[in-house]
């Protein structure tokens, strides 16, 4: 039998799973040592994948623990990649991330053994110095982390927190975050009052000194922005270790919970910023090419620095993120609200109606309920002028774009409602009413009222709802940004105003876009045809709208989305719809789509060389007979977001869909009053002449 189980290495078609069965067998009956089958199906898996790639070995050697195998893989897979070799290794998936919650000790000695033996051939080879700085900074954020993450997981064990209940550690959080919340609304109006007129980013602005560094500022948006991500980390470590208590039948009797006054809360949201810091530095590395260097102190410290190897493009991300806050105040300011006081007076008479101590939702006035959901229309309205139209048509699983709506609008209502009963009758000076700021509810009770006000039938309100709960299962495609009733386990849920309200609807539908495989090929089309026709309106620019496709010299089918002229310049765009990137891993795949609008053009310069003639021929505007010069083309990509705008990669410039439509068709900043009916105070053009000219493009 040996020799019939050696002979599938000498080439004989036996498959491998009879082979391992075979080995198997003889490990039973003694005749192969447990070392010995280990090593031999080993031998078994390299023949079986002698067809795969280096970076899928390598993650099945690692999983085997043979390092000398491992070793080899990444001498191929520097091979295959060369300078892109740190970027084949970590994206694939064969460098393990040091922060996961299933990283042990024994993938940390793995992993820094593997790494170093390595790194020993590589780091006197001035040839492969590139290989060397790879290696060494793998094996740097392997040490720091691991070791950080170590330190960070002991504090969270010995945290006197842990005591408490899972439901009584999230109730506490939420507690927190609502009474912060409170008292922004304090600081807010304070701050208002002293204004003569208001821009809506008051709360942006970085003027709050930091207690732990003097010369550095926040805002209040931002500190509590920071909140809700520690509580976002801390509520998904809490379901990975202690889901089991998700599945115990607690009567949720907290008494007068409260979270103040406990050393140890204190202590927890320490431990939890320290972990968001080192996932989103994690995040950058992996993603965005971000790298470590050590450095020493005064005191002979040592101290590491994480930096972004292109600035410009770290940059650009920051300043979308300023611009989406923008978009969204400047478009709330524009959107005509509710009759004034309709809606608060309605809230009012509603809270009247409820008891804070038993809360159900079910004997609403359906009249005063009506009145009362306007306090959600501006939301709404700002969400669907600011979001792509084509999301509003959506199907997810079943469930209609504006009945999701529908539930964000009923969720916000009776959030409001709530929270005016409390706060009609809330002392911050007595503990006892703390346990009101977040009350537990079960999921039957938030349905019911659900299916009575917009005539849903239950299994589909139950549907709806479940896209707004964060519980266990949810993993990437949620959080307290998106999903804010917190599962506590048997069917309840906390019931947070605050996260009902901070609810970030484009994040929300493109969470559950990608959740359930929705396909958004259309809403490029859509984007494009969008483009076309408002650029078909700019005066000096001439616009093809004829559909331009052939098979190209190189064999292989051409289309081209925008072909224009201005002035002697000719327009070659690629216009590309991508889902807004929160975090540096969607930012990276963002990226890619990016590049490939970028290789396009690219591509299309080069066809336009070659096949002239055919693009000319299918053009219905006026082209030249002889094609144009390199340095007469306009060569740009532009997207949906802003995330990429300003960058340029192989000389293609990127821009976004608000830039151009803003140069080319309404070319004017202005400074408008929100309390004279939008009067234009003052104005400024951006064109130098009467007409759009190429200057920003060149």
């Not at 003889?26 to 795969?52: A, F, H, P, W």
């Not at 202005?670 to 920003?696: A, C």
Request: glycine fraction near 2%; proline fraction near 2%.
């Amino acid at each position: 039998m040996l020799n019939e189980v050696f002979d599938f290495f000498g080439g004989t078609k036996k498959q491998a799973s009879e082979i391992k069965l075979e080995l198997e067998d003889l490990r039973n009956k003694g005749v192969l040592s447990q070392e010995e089958y280990n090593k031999k199906v080993i031998d078994l898996e390299d023949c079986v994948d002698i067809d795969t790639s280096a970076t899928e070995r390598y993650k099945k050697a690692y999983k085997n623990q043979n390092v000398e195998k491992c070793i080899c893989e990444i001498m191929d897979i520097y091979a295959e990649h060369k300078e892109n070799f740190r970027k084949a290794f970590v994206l694939s998936g064969c460098f393990k991330d040091p922060l996961g919650y299933s990283y042990s000790e024994d993938d940390y000695n793995l992993t820094r053994k593997i790494l170093i033996r390595v790194y020993k051939c590589f780091s006197h080879n001035e040839d492969d110095k590139c290989m060397s700085y790879d290696l060494r900074q793998l094996i740097i954020l392997t040490e720091v982390f691991h070791k950080s993450n170590d330190f960070n997981v002991k504090k969270l064990q010995e945290n006197q927190f842990s005591k408490y209940s899972l439901s009584e550690q999230i109730r506490m959080m939420c507690i927190f975050l609502q009474d912060q919340q409170r008292l922004m609304r304090k600081m807010a109006e304070a701050k208002f009052s002293k204004n003569d007129f208001t821009t809506g980013t008051e709360l942006m602005v970085s003027d709050m000194t930091c207690q732990y560094n003097k010369n550095q500022k926040a805002s209040i948006v931002d500190n509590y922005e920071v909140l809700l991500e520690d509580f976002d980390i801390l509520i998904k470590y809490l379901y990975a270790t202690r889901k089991n208590e998700l599945k115990e039948n607690f009567n949720f009797d907290h008494g007068d919970i409260n979270c103040y006054y406990i050393a140890s809360f204190q202590e927890i949201t320490y431990i939890a910023l320290q972990r968001v810091i080192m996932s989103s530095l994690e995040e950058k590395f992996r993603y965005s090419n971000w790298n470590i260097e050590i450095n020493q102190n005064k005191n002979n410290e040592l101290f590491y620095i994480f930096k972004a190897q292109d600035f410009n493009k770290f940059r650009a991300h920051i300043i979308a993120s300023s611009r989406r806050q923008y978009r969204m105040v400047t478009t709330t300011f524009s959107t005509l609200p509710e009759p004034e006081g309709m809606s608060m007076k309605a809230i009012d008479q509603l809270a009247k109606t409820i008891n804070i101590s038993n809360l159900h939702f079910d004997n609403l006035d359906e009249n005063l309920y009506r009145s009362a959901r306007l306090c959600a229309d501006v939301r709404i309205k700002v969400y669907k002028k600011t979001t792509k139209s084509f999301y509003l048509t959506c199907n997810l699983n079943g469930m209609n774009v504006e009945d999701i709506i529908n539930t964000f609008e009923y969720l916000y209502t009776i959030s409001k409602i709530y929270m005016s009963a409390v706060l009609n009758f809330f002392n911050g000076e007595n503990n006892a009413h703390y346990k009101y700021l977040v009350p537990i509810m079960q999921i039957d009770d938030i349905i019911i009222p659900l299916m009575k006000l917009y005539n849903f039938d239950r299994t589909y309100a139950k549907n709806l709802l479940r896209c707004f709960i964060l519980d266990e299962k949810v993993r990437s495609d949620g959080d307290i940004f998106t999903r804010p009733l917190i599962n506590i386990g048997k069917e309840h849920v906390l019931f947070c105003e605050t996260l009902i309200t901070q609810i970030n609807l484009e994040r929300l539908f493109e969470m559950l876009f990608t959740k359930y495989n929705t396909n958004l090929a259309p809403m490029g089309k859509e984007f494009e045809k969008k483009l076309i026709s408002n650029l078909s309106g700019v005066t000096n620019v001439k616009v093809n709208t004829k559909q331009v496709e052939f098979m190209a010299y190189d064999g292989k089918n051409v289309e081209f989305d925008f072909i224009g002229t201005l002035d002697d310049y000719l327009l070659l765009f690629e216009f590309k719809s991508v889902i807004t990137p929160y975090g540096d891993k969607q930012l990276y795949k963002a990226e890619q789509t990016i590049k490939e609008g970028v290789a396009q053009v690219l591509r299309r310069c080069n066809i336009m060389k070659k096949d002239w003639c055919k693009i000319k021929e299918q053009c219905n505007i006026e082209l030249p007979d002889e094609p144009f010069a390199d340095d007469k083309i306009i060569r740009l990509v532009c997207s949906n977001i802003f995330d990429f705008t300003t960058l340029k990669y192989d000389g293609v410039q990127i821009t976004d869909e608000s830039t151009l439509l803003k140069y080319f068709c309404n070319p004017y900043v202005d400074i408008r009053s929100t309390n004279k009916n939008g009067q234009v105070l003052k104005s400024k053009k951006i064109w130098k002449n009467s007409q759009p000219n190429l200057y920003p493009l060149c």
